[in-house]
């Protein structure tokens, strides 16, 4: 058994947890604690894990804080670990069973202080598949956090993951290791998968993803697309008063709907699915706008607080 605690959290999660459990059960380096940290699940999540705590033995612990954000439930997780290392992962991704055992190896042998792994990005149907080509790339490998595994000093250097996030506190975390000059390594032996949607499996799902992630973009270090949003909302108006948008909307279509993802995903135009090509273009309006709405939301939110 590891010096190793894997913590993972979860909402809603009943259709994928069972796979995630079983992966982490065959894991070759046995971890010495798996907390499941649940964010106020609706579904049979929690009874779920409670099969597996009356199966297996009492290394799987289920905490129900009931934390709304993934990064406030990851830092409760890390607070209540005594082991040297901590190992954390999302349900819904594919782990390999060497995971643990491959990550340990790394961490020792370099006397790093994080060893990420990869993620592939591909996507189920056309929709799915084309948000996922305007965001992580299509059929594309990219570094992640989830998969890390993390020594507990790291966190007494840099502090904790930014509290009630519901995204950018992964790259938050990422930019102020890098300022601190602490070595990151990535583990290419290592490819994590998701077992079911990347993104999302319908427009309205993905706006309301895409506005939530945004209201937390302006508290990400590092991170400058709210302000390259509010530069292009000024164009846009900006071209409405010259009286050029027609022209700014074919290039925006040409550049923003097919080129850019192109660049961003590895062997895009082999895709056969033709309603795939005519998704491309409608999910980059349906992110843009969406993260667009979010950015402005939170500065009102910003100055309204700020004002009280």
């Known amino acids: 058994m590891s010096d190793i605690t894997v913590i993972i959290p979860f909402f809603n999660e009943e259709e994928t947890l069972r796979q995630t459990m079983e992966m982490l059960i065959k894991q070759t380096l046995k971890p010495k604690r798996i907390i499941m940290i649940d964010s106020g699940s609706t579904d049979k999540s929690a009874s779920i894990i ?15 804080p009931m934390l709304r954000s993934p990064s406030s439930s990851i830092n409760y997780g890390i607070r ?21 055992e491959s990550q340990y190896k790394k961490i020792k042998k ?17 929709l799915d598949k084309s948000l996922v080509a305007q965001t992580y790339g299509y059929k594309n490998i990219t ?7 993390i020594d507990m000093n790291i966190f007494k250097i840099i502090g904790m ?41 319908n427009y309205v799902m993905a706006s309301k993803k895409i506005f939530n992630y945004s209201l937390t973009g302006w508290e990400t270090m590092g ?10 909302m000024f164009i846009i108006f900006l071209s409405i008063a010259m009286n050029i948008f027609l022209e700014l909307a074919i290039t925006y279509i040409i ?7 192109i660049t961003k995903s ?26 667009l709405c979010g950015y402005l939301f939170a500065i009102k939110k910003y100055f309204v607080t700020e004002n009280k």
Do not use: H
């Open 50 to 64: 409670n099969e597996y705590m009356e199966k297996r033995d009492n290394s799987i612990e289920l905490v129900q």
């Open 80 to 100: 209540n670990i005594i082991t040297r290392y901590v190992a954390y992962i999302d349900c819904g991704l594919l782990i390999p069973i060497n995971w643990l």
């Open 110 to 126: 370099n006397n790093y202080m994080i060893v990420s792994a990869q993620i592939y990005t591909k996507g189920t149907n056309a």
């Open 143 to 149: 570094t992640c956090l989830p998969g890390s595994l």
């Open 161 to 201: 993951l930014k509290e009630n996030m519901r995204a950018g506190y992964d790259i938050d975390f990422i930019n102020r290791i890098n300022k601190k000059g602490i070595n990151r390594i990535i583990n290419r032996d290592i490819c994590l998968k998701y077992l079911g949607i990347n993104y999302a499996n």
């Open 223 to 232: 991170d400058c697309k709210p302000y390259i949003y509010i530069i292009l």
């Open 255 to 261: 550049i923003r709907g097919y080129l850019i993802p």
């Open 266 to 291: 590895k062997k895009l135009l082999q895709e056969k699915n033709i309603y795939f090509y005519l998704m491309l273009p409608i999910s980059a309006i349906i992110f843009d706008v969406s993260r």
